[in-house]
């Protein structure tokens, strides 16, 4: 398979990124490792507001991935998701091949690398049996809140996970147990104020000090989470489900054995281009590290957008962009994009 610009990873950057190389008239092929298009947003807070994309006073993180993807559709991208990319090498000049854990071979003019924290997943406790649960009563993540309706619900962590998890939880959950090592949270001050407060009402337990120590079930079902305090001394909570947020690994994974200048699990990259120390590589969106680098999504829209610019003259050598704004320009009917 060929194509002007292979985009690797598809979060909300990602997306953006097949908008931008679109309005040039570059077409896109992206890969994902997950199943699904939208990244953190999508897989991680799908259910959470967003308060910080310009135009959008609130916009709920799967609602943005959904119009990320309607604004890119007009530009016909090529999706490969459930594989990650594995390779990446330079076949000659201006073209670069990438091959995926399902067999996949993309030669591409240009790479852009939005892979945010690389293959993230979440720091598991270290219990026996944990992955026979996962998925069915333990989740690293909520991807749909309804389904904790009448659940016994154990959530583990300090952080703005643990603690935004169980206010939200606490609204339709039977019981919302929190369990954490320590009296002091780590979330932002007004939602520790509203759990302390929901704590008092008794919506939620807190379970303070104490640790995870043991699950109880079937090897399917949980009935039951073992937790131990500081002296090892055991206390059983009755429960369905445990949500323990302890947050996430990052592992670039095989990015990190491109041969490309890195610096702490993030690739160097000039900002005015977006391009990384390899010569036709780009990197964009949380990967991507520079002097000043904010790491939001809105950042990344904009380095999608430099990225897409630096990437024309590779694509069309020696032609002239006559640019022109989105309002005069338009985006193309469906079907229409190669014209
Ligand atoms: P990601 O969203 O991380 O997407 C990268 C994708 O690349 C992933 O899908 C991954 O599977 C894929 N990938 C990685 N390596 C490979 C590979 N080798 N092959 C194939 N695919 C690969 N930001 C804000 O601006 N405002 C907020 O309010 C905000 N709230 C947040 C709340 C939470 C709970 C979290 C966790 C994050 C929040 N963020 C927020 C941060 C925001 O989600 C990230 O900045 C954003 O997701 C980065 O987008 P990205 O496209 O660069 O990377």
């Known amino acids: 398979m060929t194509t002007d610009v292979a985009v690797i990873g598809a979060g909300p950057v990602g997306l953006f990124a097949i908008f931008e190389c679109g309005m040039l008239k570059m077409r896109c092929r992206v890969i994902d490792t997950l199943e699904v298009i939208g990244g953190q947003c999508a897989a991680l807070y799908p259910e959470k507001p967003i308060y910080d994309i310009p135009g959008y006073p609130q916009v709920m993180a799967q609602d943005l991935v959904d119009r990320l993807a309607e604004q890119a559709a007009p530009f016909e991208p090529a999706y490969h998701l459930g594989q990650q990319v594995t390779g990446l090498e330079r076949l000659e ?45 333990v989740h690293y993540l909520v991807q749909r809140r309804e389904s904790f309706r009448g659940r016994r619900v154990v959530i583990a962590g300090g952080g703005d996970s643990a603690v935004d998890w169980a206010i939200s939880l606490a609204e339709l959950a039977e ?72 947050g996430l690994s990052m592992n670039l994974g095989p990015i990190a054995d491109w041969g490309l200048q890195l610096d702490h699990h993030h690739i160097t990259v000039n900002p005015a ?9 780009f990197a964009i969106g949380d990967i991507a590290h520079y002097q000043g680098k904010l790491k939001l999504i809105l950042t990344g829209f904009s380095e999608a957008a430099v990225a897409a610019h630096a990437i024309r003259p590779l694509v069309y050598p020696g032609e002239a962009l006559h640019w022109e704004y989105s309002t005069t320009k338009g985006v193309p009917e469906s079907g229409t994009a190669a014209e």
Not at 108 to 131: H, Q, S, Y
Not at 273 to 281: F, L, N, P, Y
């Open 93 to 137: 000049e201006g073209c670069w091949r990438l091959t995926t854990s399902a067999g996949t071979v993309i030669d591409a003019t240009a790479v852009v690398i939005a892979a945010g924290c690389g293959a993230f997943g979440p720091n598991r406790p270290p219990l026996a049996g944990i992955e026979d649960y996962e998925g069915t009563s």
């Open 175 to 246: 019981k919302v147990y929190v369990v954490h090592r320590r009296p002091k949270f780590r979330a932002a001050p007004e939602s520790v104020e509203r759990l302390h407060r929901l704590a008092e009402s008794g919506k939620i337990e807190l379970v303070i000090p104490y640790q995870l120590a043991a699950l109880e079930g079937d090897g399917r079902q949980l009935t039951g989470v073992q937790l131990a305090d500081m002296s090892g001394l055991r206390k059983l909570l009755p429960a369905d489900c445990l949500l323990p947020f302890f």
């Open 273 to 281: 281009s977006s391009e990384t120390s390899a010569a036709g590589i």
